[in-house]
């Protein structure tokens, strides 16, 4: 490392530790504030990320980019790890200072107003009354594209990607997405020959208190450092990695249904697991430090949740811990009824409550319009029609209404367009690194038959933790699996494991 390097990431930790306060300050929003405490609660947080702002676009921040990107030292050798977090330091900087000021402000005052209205709106089921703000949203992230500028031979759209997919582009996800479109509802037509799995073990009631006991115990087992880390509870689950040696997970539990929160607090533990092995220790505040992108985080939540959890390994390693912990609720179980009910695959009308199959098809229907509006292709009146139409084509259902079609997400009213794909891109990044941790690490389902969970965990640090963002997601996966990002292994995965169980 170079004195200009440490000057860098010295100035950059900095800013990052004021964050994680910040940060701190809205999980314990989340958890424990006092509903008393939530107008101070905005102001500090407000006064904290313009602070932030403020140290992120500064002159100095600039000048010692400039000094780390003219050190031939540090930047001869452009693969080199610090070379490379020296140009993701310049695509950062250069993202926060291309948008004018008025123009941050302009969106940030429409998203809180966005989601207002369409609040009042989805509950009225009023998407005339939603549209004006949808339409304010539109105009506004149009010219946030245009300040960010499209790269070349693209479209607008990936300027939009490129705040939570650095480096992909729509054409690339457009071609992982169309065959898997197609061999998703393939797939689901020949399940609905066959026989559902009963879903009634799923339904038993058991205590919150021991359900939370459940989750540590699995969290323990999996490798998730409670030394370094809390599970706690919120309405609304999330994993924060608020900095070097404090990952904050929180989960919710329902009496009658425990593997909600059970496969939640596995979702938010695969987040956890990333930002515990990301190289915080050395690197915090800087590329090198930091997660890839939403696709590659999402990722390890779903590869822990599904790939994982939902494997009949796991329930056979699991299901005697979990009836001590849990007291008789389970006593009529065995791992094959948990496994089948936990792996069923049916079209329904919302995405949160979708399963891991369909639920691929409803990111892809927001990516088709989210796409179209921004090349043109679409007016804001016309999305209700072309949802419903879509959602037909694809899914099979009727949708009954627009608060359950098109108005059913805060996204869209939130400003958060481009955000869509990337918890598809997580889906097929799970399979594919999968498949590749299978191929390098032998039998798995003996491993999570035993309660060995160290193998995959070790995998996924050295593969792709430990690089913080050296690698961009399309390029990491080329590197670790062979292959560019494919559909293949999420069919291969989702079609063995389906199909015996619906006896199709
Ligand atoms: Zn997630």
New binding site residues.
Partial sequence: MTRTYRALSAYARTTATIESVARLAGWDQETYMPPGGAESRAEQLAALASIAHERKTSSQMRELIEACEQDRELTSDAESAYARSVHEFRHDFDRATKLPGDLVEELARAASRGQQVWKQARKANDFAAFRPALEAMIELTRRKAECYGVPRGGEPYDALLEDYEPGATAREIEAAFSPLRDRLSAMLAELGKGEHPDESITRVKIDPARQHELGLFVLKAMGFDLDAGRLDTTTHPF?DGLGPGDTRLTTRYREDHFTGALYGTL??M??GLYEQGLPKADHFGTPLGDAIGLGM??SQ??MWENMVGRSLAFWEWLLPYARKIVGGALDSATPRSLYAATNTAKASLIRVEADEATYNLHIMLRFGIERAVFRGDLAARDIPGVWDETFKQTLGLDVPDDARGCMQDVHWSAGLLGYFPT?AL?NLYAAQFFEAARRDLGDLDAQFGRGDFAPLLGWLKTNIHAHGRRFRAGELCQRVTGRALSHAPLMRYLEGKLRPIYGV
């Fill in positions: 994993c979702h938010e695969g987040h985080h999402e939540s779903r918890y997580g």
